[in-house]
Nanobody
Framework: QGQLVESGGGSVQAGGSLRLSCATS????????MGWFRQAPGKEREGVAK???????YYAASVRGRFTISKDNAKNTLNLLMNSLKPEDTATYYC??????????????????????WGQGTQVTVSS
């Protein structure tokens, strides 16, 4: 199935920016629905953003207007640019692939159960 490897996490002050990357093991991931999720201690994993094969994107309301998901098909990477970070954005961030995504379209919503392959996560800490 290949693998996903996140990078780019770190510590930043509120209002700052970070760029996360997810390296994929092959070009086939360009055809799947890909997403970013996050999980804070004691909380359930929640969807952040997703992008389909055609570059159409969707964001959770909590990050809309601040985060941007993108793909670099030439480099086989999935990216998440996070601006205007808030302390409540602190979490471990995961990239994921929906290997069953039909035709490269994403299912509705941001449901973690729809995604089959996950990276190991990268920590993002935002201080006030």
């Amino acid at each position: 199935q290949g693998q996903l490897v996140e990078s780019g996490g770190g510590s930043v002050q509120a209002g700052g920016s970070l760029r996360l990357s997810c390296a994929t093991s092959g070009s086939t991931y360009a055809t799947y629905c890909m997403g970013w999720f996050r999980q804070a201690p004691g909380k359930e994993r929640e969807g952040v953003a997703k992008i389909n094969r055609y570059g159409n994107t969707y964001y959770a309301a909590s990050v809309r207007g601040r985060f941007t998901i993108s793909k670099d098909n030439a480099k086989n990477t999935l990216n998440l640019l996070m601006n205007s970070l808030k302390p409540e954005d602190t979490a471990t961030y995961y990239c994921a692939a929906d290997l069953a995504s039909s035709g490269g379209y994403c299912a509705s919503g941001l449901n973690a159960a729809q995604y089959d392959l996950w990276g190991q996560g990268t920590q993002v800490t935002v201080s006030s």
